[in-house]
């Protein structure tokens, strides 16, 4: 929303989820258009790492876990791996090793897809690793739903 206002409403939610589809189906149009030159050991490689290192460790972790609750140490590698800045580094160094190659795109592809298609975003330590309500948030959210900003100001 702002700078002063860090949650969304479902609507902004859904639009947010929406840009990330549109990139997407960007990402998706140029891999296709480009099928025949693919190297797809490369490509399956890049899009399973991100979930091999950053999503697999955590959700075992709390699967495991009767209460749940499990090492921070998970949310950061799930934060950095799907991190669009860390997977821009990963392209570019990838490039400037060993020159461009149209396999890359499954890295926006892989995190555009959790963001649209799963509403998946980096992971604050105070909400459970796989999705449950928060009932901060659910409050938060009634309150959205219900007070003008001009009365919530004033208080």
């Not at 963001?115 to 105070?126: D, H």
Request: aromatic letters at 14%; glycine letters at 6%; hydrophobic letters at 50%.
């Amino acid at each position: 929303m702002d700078g002063r206002n860090l949650c969304q409403t479902p609507t902004t939610y859904r639009l947010l989820r929406l840009e990330y589809l549109l990139g997407l189906l960007t990402a998706a149009g140029f891999f296709l258009a480009h099928l025949s030159e693919i190297r797809w050991w490369v490509a399956a490689a890049l899009f399973l790492y991100v979930d091999l290192i950053g999503y697999l460790p955590g959700a075992l972790a709390y699967h495991r876990r009767r209460d749940r609750r499990i090492s921070r140490v998970h949310y950061v590698l799930y934060n950095t791996m799907h991190s669009l800045s860390v997977q821009g580094a990963v392209v570019g160094a990838w490039v400037l090793l060993w020159g461009w190659e149209w396999a890359l795109l499954v890295l926006p592809i892989h995190l555009f897809g959790d963001r649209a298609l799963f509403g998946n975003f980096i992971k604050p330590f105070t909400v459970s690793f796989e999705p449950l309500p928060h009932p901060a948030v659910q409050d938060a959210l009634r309150d959205f739903a219900t007070v003008p900003w001009h009365r919530a100001a004033a208080r």
